[in-house]
């Protein structure tokens, strides 16, 4: 832990810092444009980037107020209320942030700027919780795990504002110490003013010098390193580090990737086969996707103002998941006489919440196909028949047929009750979700390298199910939104594996190939692997792994 500095007077007269008291709103909110953008951070939200007016420069006088903390507002502003309950709901309920921040600020009636900054500094401070902790740890004068759990979350806002927004230093304390004082009490104002004035008097760069272990040299260790400086897991870091070597990338690109992490993903959607276009969503204010044929992005702005997504012929998607639903279908099959044989019979044996089949439900609508969702969980499977209303009400088949059936049960059962049945089955198996961190900002504190081995013989089983629930010929693709070596490539090469002992040798298909005549997307995972491997900081998608087995004739 380094020493706290005692440089500055914190209490003597400051002033004329750019963004200082004349460029914040009254309620220390960031002002004109150096406010955040709607719906999320307004920079990449990485912890070890700092800028913008306001961010504060070492050793430049800072307008600190000079009222004492116990003289100053009684609570904090809405804004910041919502963004503590939100990693409150996050600590103590193991909520999701992104399904609790939209019940808080409704029930805040915040929406427009108040709603944008909330969101940031809640998904900031959950996103950057391992930089801001080095921090404070360097500013408290007691192990970190000692404090309070509500006045660490307090800090950790406080640090955010300081650290990564545009948002006054003065502003940044004083309203967190009236936050404290609101929702915790008067008790620990006193230390929570005293720890965000002394993490004032550094700006991040310098903080990162100070408390993340060296890169190279004497006492190096570049794991921990990148840990406190993007704020990951050190576990996640090793991991990540392993799963691009896998994938044939330098391990160079592990900064950039953990960055990526921390950047705010576009809104990407998805206009559903036959029901919408992309120049329909382009039309209505969105560009044009990246890669997928589906896909439009959103670069700012609620989708459901869009007339497509309001009537369900258009989703958000993220641009790997589309292109890991399109894969399958683009997948070859092989029938009698060198044909590509029947195409009629799909299954989702992880369907929850929807988004891959209402991709797959309105293509089989349009090939006079029929898809077969299942989902384990009930209320999910609940979301699947809400994701597929869309297509449902729109398409079915000649002979009257529905085209989904939503069944709520157990992917692993399909392949022993109905062998052989299907020509191409999706398996989007339940991971860790390492791939897509940036969506879900407190995802890499909740994992542990436990979930992986946990989750290990659930994927081998849904794998081995599909395969069996495949014709002779049929294609099914092994999809994971985390790019783990251990649960894309080793559930992979222990299925064909298995497969080829009983005496069948399964076809690991070009899913790189696929994918590049699909979409023009470089997928590749090197030299003997037909997996592919998407990457945010490359393909700005989640880290989506995908694989196409395909069983002999
Ligand atoms: C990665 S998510 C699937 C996402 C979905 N394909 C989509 O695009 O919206 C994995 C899903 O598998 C479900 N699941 C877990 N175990 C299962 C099982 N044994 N059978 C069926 N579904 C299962 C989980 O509840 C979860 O909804």
Redesign the pocket.
Known sequence: MTPPERGGQPGGPRGGRPGGPSGGRSNGQPGGRSGPQRGGPQRSGRPGQRGGQGSGQPGQPRPWTTTAPSARPRSGDPARRVAFDVLRAVEEQDAYANLVLPRLLRAARLDGRDAAFATELAYGALRGRGTYDAVLAACVDRPLAQLDPPVLDALRLGAHQLLATRVAPHAAVSETVALVRGAIGAGPSGLVNAVLRRVSEHDLPTWLDRVAPPVEGPGADPTAALAVRESHPAWVVRALREALVLAGRPASELPDLLAADNARPLVALAALPGLADPSELVAAGAQPGRWSPLAAVLPDGDPGDLPAVREARARVQDEG?QLAALALLAAPLAGPSGRPGRDERWA??????????ALLAASAAQRGAHLLA????PH?AQLVEQALAGVVASSSSSEGRSVVEVVAG???TVGAERPGEFDRVLV????TGLGALRRRPEARWRRTPADVSALAP?QRE?LSSALEAVRPGGVVAYVT?SPHPAETQAVLDDVVRRWAKDGEQLEVLDAPAVLRELAGVDAGTGAGSNRAQLWPHLHGTDAMSVSLLRRPR
Not at 428 to 431: I, S, V
């Open positions: 998941s989702d044996l992880c369907a929850g919440p929807g988004g891959k089949a299942v989902e384990v969980a999910r157990d992917g692993r989007d198996a339940p991971c659930l849904l939104c």
